[in-house]
């Protein structure tokens, strides 16, 4: 089957956006994956998918832990510098939550230590336990179709 068949397909589930991040000991480094599941509510557990090229994936699998930060629909940039889309580097003052950097500004900081890693074809899946988690209202920045997006609120109309 052809790549771009199955990209379109999944694009047509709509998203939003997060950006992984991790520390090795003074090294932060962050990714941006659209590939992140709710997976317990107990144990509270989720999942975020990393490809086999990625550079962020050895470095987690050394750290054991990763926090997920859900964007605002304002953090597009930060959006696309973690998926290195943009030219210039841009530099971030992370906050910190249960001992890992994490992005100012995002609608959720989701804090995680690994419990377990599945290799499933070309990426692995990394279960986070969940350490701490902050919320933050707002909007959320979407991802549909290879686009970024923002949220429309739709009147439903009743006959
Ligand atoms: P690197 O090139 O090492 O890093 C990516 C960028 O982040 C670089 O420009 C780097 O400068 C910057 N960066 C890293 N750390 C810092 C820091 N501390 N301060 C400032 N800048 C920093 N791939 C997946 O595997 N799974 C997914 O679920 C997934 N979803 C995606 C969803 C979207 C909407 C997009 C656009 C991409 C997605 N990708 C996903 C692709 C992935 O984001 C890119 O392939 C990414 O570049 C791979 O990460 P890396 O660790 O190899 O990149
Ligand atoms: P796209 O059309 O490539 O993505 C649409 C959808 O296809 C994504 O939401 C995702 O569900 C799926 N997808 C894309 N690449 C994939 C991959 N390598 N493995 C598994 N699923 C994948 O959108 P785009 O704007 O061209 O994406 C920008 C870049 O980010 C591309 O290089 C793309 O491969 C990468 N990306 C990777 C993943 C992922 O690895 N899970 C997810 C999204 C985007």
């Not at 052809?2 to 047509?12: E, I, N, S, V």
């Not at 609608?107 to 986070?128: K, M, N, P, R, Y």
């Amino acid at each position: 089957m052809d790549d771009r068949l199955f990209r379109d397909a999944m694009g047509k589930f709509a998203t939003g956006v997060t950006v992984v991040t991790t520390q090795d000991e003074n090294e932060i480094h962050g990714m941006t994956a659209n590939a992140f599941m709710s997976v317990s509510l107990d144990p509270k557990l989720v999942v975020v998918s990393i490809g086999h090229k990625a550079r962020f994936l050895p470095k987690v699998q050394k750290s054991k832990k990763f926090a997920v930060n859900i964007l605002a629909a304002d953090q597009k940039k930060y959006s696309m510098a973690f998926a290195g889309q943009l030219k210039e580097e841009i530099e971030i003052v992370f906050d910190q939550l249960a001992g890992l950097p994490v992005l100012p500004g995002s609608l959720a900081q989701v804090s995680c230590e690994v419990v377990a890693e599945h290799v499933e074809g070309d990426h692995t899946l990394f279960i986070g336990k969940v350490l701490d988690i902050n919320v933050t209202d707002g909007d959320p920045l979407i991802f549909y179709s290879g686009k970024y997006r923002e949220l429309v609120e739709c009147e439903i109309k009743t006959v």
